[in-house]
Antibody
Framework: EVQLVQSGAEVKKPGESLKISCKGS????????IGWVRQMPGKGLEWMGL????????RYSPSFQGQVTISADKSITTAYLQWSSLKASDTAMYYC???????????WGQGTLVTVSS | DIQMTQSPSSLSASVGDRVTITCRAS??????LGWYQQKPGKAPKRLIY???SLQSGVPSRFSGSGSGTEFTLTISSLQPEDFATYYC?????????FGQGTKVEIK
């Protein structure tokens, strides 16, 4: 059974760093892309970017390029989304999702709520 | 970037109604489109891929059609569990883009 399990909710202060995770299981991790999607409170879905788990080739949305870093550690079948300096506007739910071969997202993680507040 | 214009933004419907949601792409995306359902507090769930293929396990009352720039999600007979927000997502070109969402509410 394919599963993506995300790390737990985080409460951070502005300026702090953060790395959240997404662990894949039940499939060949290195053969698939993993993507990240943001959902701000009460708002729609925003595509942030993708990483190919086999070689860490990465694609970013221009809206998020330079604001976050997407990475992966294939030895532990885990993808990451990280910030070096959080802002209050980073407060959102973040989902990881597996890209279905050449298609879009077939499996999703449960989401990680990030709250940034002073 | 490819813009995905989804309509309507919300609708009220009754159980048993036929519901249609549309996504228009700002340029040709072939059939590189999926439809997702999201319920409050839950992760999105894919209903349709490649514009018209039904995701395994999804009820057959859901269907998708279209190619190029105009796409439709149809629920043939709305059920109580279908009240949710629906999104389209194009993956033809980076950056991928979602529609703004359609909230389906109970009339």
């Amino acid at each position: 059974e394919v599963q993506l399990v995300q790390s737990g909710a985080e409460v951070k202060k502005p300026g702090e760093s953060l790395k959240i995770s997404c662990k894949g299981s039940g499939y060949r991790f290195t053969s698939y892309w993993i993507g990240w999607v943001r959902q701000m409170p009460g708002k729609g879905l925003e595509w942030m970017g993708l990483i190919y788990s086999g070689d860490s080739d990465t694609r970013y949305s221009p809206s998020f390029q330079g604001q976050v870093t997407i990475s992966a550690d294939k030895s532990i079948t885990t993808a990451y989304l990280q910030w070096s300096s959080l802002k209050a506007s980073d407060t959102a739910m973040y989902y990881c999702a597996r890209r279905d071969r050449e298609g879009d997202f077939d499996y999703w993680g449960q989401g990680t709520l990030v709250t940034v507040s002073s | 970037d490819i813009q995905m214009t989804q309509s309507p933004s919300s609708l009220s419907a009754s159980v048993g109604d036929r519901v249609t949601i549309t996504c228009r792409a700002s340029q040709d995306i072939r059939n590189d489109l999926g439809w997702y359902q999201q319920k409050p507090g839950k992760a999105p769930k894919r209903l349709i891929y490649d514009a018209s293929s039904l995701q395994s396990g999804v009820p057959s009352r859901f269907s998708g059609s279209g190619s190029g720039t105009e796409f439709t999600l149809t629920i043939s007979s709305l059920q109580p569990e279908d009240f949710a927000t629906y999104y389209c997502l194009q993956h033809n070109n980076y950056p991928w883009t979602f529609g703004q969402g359609t909230k389906v509410e109970i009339k």
